[in-house]
């Protein structure tokens, strides 16, 4: 294992993509990944991103949470996450194809950010990230707040 033993995904990464969609992966992501999980991902959209689970983590997510009772509105969002979901693996240089639907969502093109988030990893179109950070949550959320209620 690491140095730490950390199982989780910590940290900003600026990437870029190329022109085939392969994203060279944060090296310290792909030593949680080796260490703690299997070197594939599953990746589905999410709002104006993409996210990225281990694929473990991802199997326990299907058969604990999307097996509950659903509203027909989450049977719907389910439904566009899981049709478009994908399996990836890592080339020999430690990229992710990501596919043309998936990149075309979250409008990923060459400058891209990969953000850890604990047990899943975040890829965003650069200027997407800083319009989140800068206008979302820096002047429409109560930072002190929500900061107190996480426990920081």
Known sequence: MGESGDKVFRGRFNHNID?????????KFREVLANNFEE????????????AYPLSVWTTLEK??????????QEA??????????????????RILI????????????????VGMLNKIEVWNRQRWEEEVEV?????????????????
């Open 64 to 73: 604990t949470r999307f097996n509950q009772y659903r509203t027909p509105e």
């Open 136 to 152: 979302r949550v820096l002047e429409t959320v109560n930072v002190d707040e929500a900061l107190q209620q996480l426990g920081l």
């Open 77 to 94: 969002v389910l439904r566009w996450v899981l049709g478009s979901m994908a399996e990836c693996g890592f080339d020999k240089q430690g």
């Open 40 to 51: 594939k991902l599953i990746l589905v959209k999410h709002n104006r991103c993409l996210r």
């Open 19 to 27: 022109a085939k969609g392969r994203l060279n992966f944060p090296a």
């Open 99 to 114: 596919p043309q639907d998936l990149r075309s969502h979250a409008e990923l093109n060459r400058e891209s950010v990969v």
